[in-house]
């Protein structure tokens, strides 16, 4: 299986700094193939299910604003939060979806 | 829209099978490339991927749980079911369907949609 490990288990930045989040794979995530590096973002609020954010390491899902961005390729990969907003407090995880198990982050509590 | 919804009971017992229905709509499982997995979380856990069945029947499941694990599909009630076995309390959690992505012809294994999920508590 490939294991996933995020960093810091948790974060507290102020209205409109910049958040950083680090994931790391076990294993490269990137097919030589196609050149795509598998890797998704998700977070999740309380009560809620997780929401899609970025998917292929960088691209953005629909209606997910710009301020979120991922970058990252094989092992190594970032979730940054441009400008944080209230709204932005959740969890954040990182998901390989390279190979089955697909398997997640432990996630990363993200504060204000 | 895309919708899915989890359901099936709050409660089982110790050795008891548990039998969950995920209930879709906004696309179809008969449609080339359409995948649907289920998956559980825990209070403060990351989620956990369960299990996967495709368009075309395929089937895929965590290598721990696969003596324990069953899912299947009825296309035309817009159905999927996931039955595990020999349930322990070790399994309570919440219980989440998902549609996997989908980018123009190409079909993904991350996760775009999901149900609202489902608690499952498991006790004597």
């Known amino acids: 299986d490939i294991v996933m490990f995020q960093s810091p288990d948790s974060l507290a930045v102020s209205l409109g700094e910049r958040a950083t989040i680090n994931c790391k794979s076990s294993q490269t995530v990137l097919d030589g193939l196609n050149n795509q590096n598998y890797l998704a973002w998700y977070r999740q609020k309380p009560g809620q299910p997780p929401q899609l954010l970025i998917f292929w390491a960088s691209t953005r899902e629909s209606g997910v604003p710009d301020r979120i961005s991922g970058s990252g390729s094989g092992t190594d990969f970032t979730l940054t939060i441009s400008t944080v907003q209230a709204e932005d407090v959740a969890v954040y995880y990182c998901?390989?979806?390279?190979?089955?198990?697909?398997?997640f982050g432990q996630g990363t509590k993200l504060e204000i | 829209q895309v919708t899915l919804k989890e359901s099936g009971p709050a409660l089982v017992k110790p050795t008891q099978t548990l039998t969950l229905t995920c209930s879709f709509s906004g696309f179809s499982l008969s449609t080339t490339g359409v995948r649907v997995s289920w998956l559980r979380q825990t209070p403060g856990k990351a989620p956990e991927w369960l299990a996967r069945i495709d368009w075309d029947g395929e089937r895929f499941y965590r290598t721990s749980l696969k003596t324990r694990l069953t899912t299947s599909k009825d296309t035309s009630k817009d159905q999927v079911v996931l039955t595990m076995t020999d349930m322990d309390p070790g399994d309570t959690g919440t219980y989440f369907c998902v549609r996997h992505g989908i980018l123009g012809s190409t079909r993904g294994n991350w996760f775009d949609h999901w149900g609202q999920g489902t608690l499952v508590t498991v006790s004597s």
């Open positions: 998901q390989q979806h390279y190979s089955t198990p697909y398997t």
